[in-house]
């Protein structure tokens, strides 16, 4: 018998969802579920799906064993702990929750109900992504990087909704949205620091009161430092990725991998040189990236449908998912307290927080 997938918000993602699972075979689109009835009906005659549903509980109610949760950034908690509490496997669209305390409760509920929790991070499959991931044990010992992430954003694209740009809807700007993205892939690549230490700032549009642009320096206690730049301001600047490990330099740049292989180890050749002026050897090569692979949003969903299917792990279940709304969470935590943040966040501290942007008590301008 086919798995009953059920979809909640139908507009924009949750269509590539349908999309993704209309022809996979073991999964049948079961449900629907949207609060606009007109949007609902188009939505289930488009991929010819039989149940529809504008209220949530009902929605629950009926037979559906997976939700796909593709509502506003506010939503997902709720919707997400909801759904896991009446049986159901749930597979929830980035980011996972708003806040690091909301995504401890989806990860509990995820734990009490005995099923298959997961987040949409599908950048992790990425070729490029892929390779580095091989690579790092020929890194070595991590000692410093930086990452450049640049996400164009209008201010029309902004008042799509009314939810988004907000501190109550959307929980942050850039960081939570767009590159919520990267921030995953960077957790996924070298696991979360120690410390970080940022900056944000709403440097361009007048429109919203979030973040457009980020900066920070996360910590290792090894004493490793990486360099975060994110903005939804900057355009046709390439995304950046450099890992500089004691035996070898990774970097990402324009979908091509390149790595420098130092000879002798780059610290050893620092510490036992006898030349004031030396430099160690590095050898340079691009890297061949597997461009076969699954990838993409569509890869990434139906990955999951194959883990409910086989009773397997999640690609990336709620354990990994909250790793990049730690990240978020402390850049914005950091800005406003002035200084470092120790990860994991203080949870009472972020909630305090937040509360206090949404009601206007502090601001970015």
Known sequence: MALRWGIVGVAGIGTAHAQALKDMEGVELYAACDVVPEALERFC???NIPHRFTDYGEFLRSEVE???ICTPHFLHAEQAIAALEAGKHVLCEKPMAISVSEADGMIAAAKRAKVKAGVVFQHRMDPPVRTIKQLLPELGELIRGLYQGHHFR???YY???RWRGTWWGEGGGVLINQAIHDLDTLAYLLGLPHRVTARIANFAHDNVE???MATAIWEWKGGAHFVVHISSIAFAIPSRLEITGSKATVILEGGVVRLGRYEPALLQYLRESD????RPKVEWSEVPVNK????GHSAAICAFAQAVLTDSEPPVPFEEGIKSLELMNAFVLSHF????????????AYDALLNELRQGKKRLR
């Open 45 to 47: 005659a488009e991929f």
């Open 66 to 68: 997976v939700v796909s």
């Open 154 to 156: 209008t201010q029309a």
């Open 159 to 161: 008042e799509q909704g």
């Open 210 to 212: 979030v973040e457009d």
């Open 275 to 278: 030349e004031a002026w030396g």
């Open 292 to 295: 076969e692979v699954p990838r």
């Open 337 to 348: 307290s002035g200084g470092p943040v120790s990860l994991p966040v203080d949870r009472a």
